[in-house]
């Protein structure tokens, strides 16, 4: 299918947009705790109901699985993990689901799969577009301005409007946690979730200004209070490749491609490298992007057109030619050395490669 068509397909789902909510005043539930009982890592396990391990299928996030199902398990607690993966459709790389499916078949833990209703994060950008327009026309008539000159606000997630985040993946994945309260039936309590995040302070700023443990407020109600705790937020880069070599559990091969990060293969908050490397391994969707950049007028990300990031991978394909598959276990190897690398992928019999292109 042209990429036009794809984007225009899936706008479909928005034909009939529901008119925007009401913007009501969240309340806290006065159960709800201030701040955490403990920071201690075995009290935090021992105190929750479920310990909820959130998973994108990128290495942060699965050598906290692993890690964390190590101490759960000394603990007599596995039966109260589940691994939680939010599906982000066809602009995240291939295969990730999957993976994220089979390093929890591998941990021998509960796997679940969320995934929002409607459009993936293009439709929803476009969908996001006309509402701010509508929204801008409808301020300017009531000013006696001419509607046909408004500015519309960019329509693309960014990091001050981060609503692929809160749309895709923490919405989808507060159902779950319903859903979860639901099956343990009546505590005489609120249940204790501890929902666990792969976030490191080395990866951003902001990431390091966040707190390793902390109430999750606005996910607690008067029925569960639900505690967020980042285990391996001081972790580096060297200890993450560290327990994946330790865990054995099979990583994805974007990395090995040579990308940073996982998730959407085009992040908005990603670094150049990596997204035009993402144009480089898949191009057609780099297309579906293009396409939507025109239909809403704003760039991909701010500053980086998806037109330049298409412009510099061909330039690229041209000085260099088309992209090799790498080694097998070319990016654990800079962390952990050759050694290392050959005796876990001497262990490790999943084999299979993933179609990144698809
Ligand atoms: S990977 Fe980037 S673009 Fe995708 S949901 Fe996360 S922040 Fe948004």
């Not at 291939?94 to 929002?116: I, N």
């Not at 443990?213 to 001081?234: M, Y």
Request: charged share 30%; aromatic share 6%.
């Amino acid at each position: 299918m042209h990429a036009e068509d794809t984007v225009t397909a899936q706008l479909a789902l928005f034909a009939e947009a529901p008119a925007p909510k009401k913007k009501r005043t969240r309340r806290i539930h006065p159960s709800v705790p201030a701040a955490p009982s403990s920071t201690v890592p075995a009290e935090l396990l021992a105190e929750a109901d479920w310990i909820l391990l959130n998973s994108s299928g990128g290495k942060d996030s699965q050598a906290m699985a692993s890690h964390i199902v190590s101490l759960a398990a000394r603990l007599g607690l596995l039966h109260r993990v589940v691994i939680v993966h939010a599906d982000l459709g066809d602009v995240e790389w291939g295969g990730t689901r999957q993976l994220a499916e089979e390093q929890a078949r591998r941990l021998g833990v509960r796997f679940e799969v969320v995934k929002a209703e409607g459009g993936d994060l293009l439709a929803r950008t476009v969908a996001r577009f006309f509402k701010l327009k509508a929204k801008a026309e409808t301020e300017a008539r009531e000013q006696g301005l001419d509607p046909t000159t408004v500015k519309v606000a960019p329509a693309w997630p960014s990091s001050s409007a981060r609503w692929c985040t809160s749309d895709l993946k923490r919405g989808p994945i507060r159902k779950l946690m319903t859903r979860l309260v639901d099956e343990l039936g009546p505590l005489g309590r609120p249940v204790r979730i501890l929902n666990c995040m792969g976030q490191r302070a080395a990866e951003s700023a902001p990431r390091a200004k966040l707190a390793r443990v902390e109430i999750d407020r606005p996910a607690s109600n008067g029925k569960r209070h639900v505690t967020r705790w980042r285990p391996i937020h001081g972790w580096s880069d060297a200890e993450v490749w560290k327990e994946i070599a330790r865990s054995g559990l099979p990583y994805h091969e974007a990395y090995d491609w040579g990308m940073s990060r996982l998730s959407c293969s085009f992040c908005v908050l990603g670094c150049e490298a990596d997204v035009v490397l993402a144009a480089r391994l898949r191009p057609k969707k780099a297309a579906q992007y293009a396409t939507v950049e025109r239909k809403v007028g704003a760039d991909f990300k701010h500053g980086l057109s998806m037109r330049e990031i298409i412009r510099r991978a061909a330039a690229l394909d041209a000085e260099h030619g088309k992209l090799r598959r790498p080694p097998r276990g070319t990016a654990m190897a800079r962390y952990v050395g050759k050694k290392t690398t050959g005796e876990y992928l001497s262990r490790l019999d999943y084999q299979g490669r993933l179609d990144l292109a698809a």
